[in-house]
């Protein structure tokens, strides 16, 4: 059978569940938008089309037929992509798949846009037509901007169901697609909350330590390649209750070996701020306040969270001398310590994560870049650095060297890249796939 996608289903109407049919009615193709009520659904087109920057024209917006999963659920009976976008609750979504299997054509395809609950937990005891055409299609907000998808396929999933997915979301839908295994919070959430969560103790620390919270951001900024938010000015647009949130979710389930686990707990300062609904953007303030005056002048505040209140903004202290990645995190003073306090924890999770989260580096490298706007991924940040330097500092802080560089070391090469290929589990070199 070869499988295409001309018409897709979305179940679930909300901030993601809209993104997603938007980008499909983008494309051309025809979309069945269904949610509790189909005024919500509607409300959901509306939103599409509407703002300052639509992302939808008139007729694009006519693609997407409203409906409410109560009245309206036969309406998927023709489609080839049922993409499931609903709350975050194991026995919901297995309900609702349920329902799905029931009215769905042979040969469909059927998805979930889960991030938190695994696919072997929807799938257990599902028929196994359900479980041959099952897979997570794993999309990051907003979705009609960020590049980044990951493809989870289950324990039977076919792979004429992955080829159709990929041919569909790389193709008309222009998602960089990276293969994911079916693990909490895939590839890029999983490295990206771990740098956060580890960033919220190494920052208060740093702070303790005379480094203030401006510096923190404009050292995890472009010094890295990183986003110009840095870190708190990046929790500020998730929020600290989402990050909660992810921490629960982690604690759940993650192994009790796991090196995050050290970090799932908030700090104290964070723990209060959580506690008294200061959150980040969406409730005027989290780290940073923008202020405006009588006369509309604007300033900037910022929340110290050494003597817990509010104070002026300040430019970040002097840190032009720190011009890339191996400069930050091997000179001398407080600022590149906490860098490298900060970035070594993180880069070494990540290189003890393959092939747990994926088979190999290209696409932990290509997740962080398409979904966390890194310019450059763990093992491409690593070659920038120097395996080997990096590597031996490890050790002299009698620090256990992580598994995929332990093996790049094992085999003699220096780098993760050579020119057009990538070092693998095999320690050999492979063909780097076009992206």
């Known amino acids: 059978m070869t499988r295409k996608i001309e018409k897709v289903a979305v179940i679930g109407s909300g901030t993601m569940g809209a993104g997603i049919a938007g980008v499909c009615a983008a494309a051309g193709t025809p979309v069945v938008l269904l949610d509790l009520e189909k005024e919500t659904s509607q409300q959901a087109i509306e939103r599409l089309t509407g703002g300052r920057k639509p992302v939808l024209d008139a007729s694009q917006a006519a693609l997407i037929e409203a409906g409410s999963i109560a009245d309206d659920m036969n309406n998927i009976s023709d489609c080839d992509w049922i993409c499931e976008v609903i709350v975050e609750n194991l026995q919901a979504k297995r309900d609702l798949f349920t329902r799905v299997e029931a009215l769905r054509k042979d040969g469909s395809i059927v998805t979930s846009n889960t991030s938190g609950i695994p696919l072997r937990d929807i799938c257990e005891g599902m028929p196994q037509r359900f479980q041959r055409d099952v897979a997570v299609t794993h999309f990051f907000n907003p979705v009609h901007i960020m590049r980044l998808l990951e493809l989870v396929a289950g324990e039977q999933t076919e792979q004429e169901v992955i080829d159709a997915l990929v041919a569909y979301l790389s193709g008309p ?17 999983r490295i990206g909350c771990f740098w956060i969560l580890a960033g919220l103790h190494k920052g208060i620390e740093a702070q303790k330590a ?31 209750d989402v990050m909660d949130l992810v921490a629960k ?50 300033s900037m505040e910022v929340f110290d969270l050494i003597n817990s209140e509010w104070r ?34 993180t880069l070494s999770y990540a290189a003890d994560l393959v092939p747990e989260i994926a088979d190999d580096i290209v696409n932990v490298d290509r997740a962080m870049r398409w979904g966390f706007s890194w310019s450059h991924g763990p093992f491409e940040l690593l070659d920038l650095i120097g395996p080997a330097q990096f590597t031996e500092r490890l050790r002299a802080e009698h620090r256990e060297v992580p598994k995929m560089l332990a093996l790049l070391e094992a085999s003699g090469s220096s780098s993760f890249y050579q020119d057009d290929t990538f070092f693998g589990t095999d320690s050999q070199y492979h063909q780097i796939p076009p992206e």
Not at 212 to 230: N, Q
Not at 315 to 328: E, R
Request: with cysteine.
């Open 173 to 189: 839908l222009s998602k960089g697609v990276v293969y994911a295994k079916d693990t909490v919070n895939f590839i890029g959430n």
């Open 210 to 240: 005379g480094i203030t919270l401006e510096t923190v951001d404009a050292l995890l900024s472009k010094p890295l390649g990183l986003p110009p938010t840095g870190l708190y000015g990046l929790i500020d647009l998730i929020g600290l």
């Open 249 to 298: 979710n982690l604690r759940t389930n993650l192994s009790d070996s796991d090196v995050c686990r050290s970090y799932l707990d908030f700090p104290p300062a964070e723990q209060a701020m959580i506690k008294s609904g200061q959150l980040g953007r969406k409730t005027g303030g989290g780290y940073y306040k923008m202020n405006r005056d009588a006369d509309g002048n604007k």
């Open 312 to 345: 002026a903004a300040s430019p970040a202290q002097d840190i032009q001398h720190l011009t890339g990645p191996k400069s930050l995190l091997f000179s001398d003073g407080p600022e590149s310590a906490f860098a490298w306090d900060l970035m070594s924890v």
